[in-house]
């Protein structure tokens, strides 16, 4: 368990200016391709923005649950109200002190377990010695699942200003699709951000264009996560690499991705189809993927979208292995797609 969840992602951070937990699950195969919800907390002051307005996080609370097919994505959205989410951010966030379940429906309330969570009947994060239990949303778009395994993945930390770590390993559950009930297994992963305010939109100054790819390899527990930027005359380039490859850990944050076929919906533009390398000190991995459901519109010029790839890993001296999986990918930026 590598000690445990809450050892991955830390105590609530009821201080801090803003404060989100998110649950992604990457479906090995049926109808689920991917599902996404998120408890975001914020206590906004006039002229600042939280950091998290890169991502399009900046209500001062909601509950998010998101839930895609290979034609479409069902999404359920439910406000908090401001006035309990204040109130709850002001209990204490030490485990030592017991903190009970609220009654007032929508309010955010801390529980005794560092890596447990609530907003009764919209999402909650609930740890137990040997899983981690996850549900959002409702019936028509809702999910239960539990996460099997803890293997700690850390983003940044860089204190008050931005942290952000999560843990991920094999889920099961049951996803609640229009009404119908759907069992999928696949990879689970669960995150903790929470960091500062800064006095201009962060979004409008954000890299030219950012993006995530969760990749979960078939017949395996590994997963990838890798984070690319494009900047001005540089163009791409692998910021961060996480997560571990079947035979070698994702240790060299160093590679890029390229663009092959783009896509547009309102204001969204988007890759359908796209190429990544990505290195590490045992060999490297490149990939080629495409996109298998239609995109989530819910990031500042981007989405989310669930991909199929194939790919090939070379050891250092050794032949190419050749891997294929699915995916789910985050993309974003304050300029538009372009292809390259």
């Given at each position: 368990?590598?000690?445990?969840?809450?050892?991955?992602?830390?105590?609530?951070?009821?201080?801090?200016?803003?404060?989100?937990?998110?649950?992604?699950?990457?479906?090995?195969?049926?109808?689920?391709?991917?599902?996404?919800?998120?408890?975001?907390?914020?206590?906004?002051?006039?002229?600042?923005?939280?950091?998290?307005a890169v991502e399009g996080l900046v209500a001062p609370g909601e509950?998010?649950?998101?839930?895609?097919?290979?034609?479409?994505?069902?999404?359920?959205?439910?406000?908090?109200?401001?006035?309990?989410?204040?109130?709850?951010?002001?209990?204490?966030?030490?485990?030592?002190?017991?903190?009970?379940?609220?009654?007032?429906?929508?309010?955010?309330?801390?529980?005794?377990?560092?890596?447990?969570?609530?907003?009764?009947?919209?999402?909650?994060?609930?740890?137990?010695?040997?899983?981690?239990?996850?549900?959002?949303?409702?019936?028509?778009?809702?999910?239960?699942?539990?996460?099997?395994?803890?293997?700690?993945?850390?983003?940044?930390?860089?204190?008050?200003?931005?942290?952000?770590?999560?843990?991920?390993?094999?889920?099961?559950?049951?996803?609640?699709?229009?009404?119908?009930?759907?069992?999928?297994?696949?990879?689970?992963?669960?995150?903790?951000?929470?960091?500062?305010?800064?006095?201009?939109?962060?979004?409008?100054?954000?890299?030219?264009?950012?993006?995530?790819?969760?990749?979960?390899?078939?017949?395996?527990?590994?997963?990838?996560?890798?984070?690319?930027?494009?900047?001005?005359?540089?163009?791409?380039?692998?910021?961060?690499?996480?997560?571990?490859?079947?035979?070698?850990?994702?240790?060299?944050?160093?590679?890029?991705?390229?663009?092959?076929?783009?896509?547009?919906?309102?204001?969204?533009?988007?890759?359908?189809?796209?190429?990544?390398?990505?290195?590490?000190?045992?060999?490297?991995?490149?990939?080629?993927?495409?996109?298998?459901?239609?995109?989530?519109?819910?990031?500042?010029?981007?989405?989310?979208?669930?991909?199929?790839?194939?790919?090939?890993?070379?050891?250092?001296?050794?032949?190419?292995?050749?891997?294929?999986?699915?995916?789910?990918?985050?993309?974003?930026?304050?300029?538009?797609?372009?292809?390259?």
């Amino acid at each position: 368990m590598n000690g445990g969840y809450g050892a991955a992602l830390g105590a609530p951070r009821p201080e801090a200016a803003w404060e989100g937990w998110f649950f992604i699950f990457v479906g090995g195969g049926g109808r689920v391709r991917w599902a996404k919800s998120h408890l975001f907390l914020s206590r906004p002051i006039p002229g600042w923005h939280p950091i998290s307005a890169v991502e399009g996080l900046v209500a001062p609370g909601e509950a998010v649950a998101l839930i895609a097919e290979e034609g479409a994505v069902h999404r359920a959205r439910f406000e908090l109200d401001r006035r309990e989410v204040q109130s709850s951010r002001e209990a204490p966030s030490s485990p030592a002190g017991p903190i009970g379940p609220s009654e007032v429906e929508g309010r955010a309330e801390f529980e005794r377990s560092p890596l447990s969570v609530a907003a009764p009947e919209r999402f909650r994060l609930s740890e137990e010695p040997s899983r981690l239990l996850a549900s959002a949303g409702g019936e028509r778009c809702g999910f239960e699942v539990e996460l099997l395994g803890c293997e700690p993945v850390k983003w940044i930390g860089l204190g008050g200003l931005l942290s952000y770590g999560g843990a991920f390993g094999a889920a099961r559950g049951a996803f609640g699709i229009g009404g119908e009930s759907v069992a999928s297994s696949g990879l689970g992963m669960v995150e903790h951000a929470f960091g500062g305010r800064v006095p201009f939109d962060p979004a409008r100054r954000a890299p030219e264009r950012w993006h995530w790819d969760v990749l979960v390899f078939e017949g395996d527990t590994a997963a990838l996560m890798v984070l690319s930027i494009r900047l001005p005359v540089l163009g791409w380039r692998v910021i961060r690499s996480r997560g571990r490859l079947p035979e070698a850990e994702a240790a060299s944050p160093s590679g890029a991705v390229e663009y092959l076929e783009l896509a547009s919906e309102g204001a969204a533009t988007y890759p359908r189809r796209w190429r990544g390398t990505v290195n590490s000190r045992r060999g490297a991995l490149r990939y080629e993927a495409r996109a298998a459901t239609p995109i989530a519109p819910v990031a500042p010029g981007g989405g989310f979208l669930g991909f199929d790839f194939e790919a090939g890993w070379t050891a250092r001296g050794g032949r190419e292995r050749a891997l294929k999986g699915r995916g789910f990918c985050e993309c974003g930026g304050s300029g538009a797609a372009k292809l390259g």
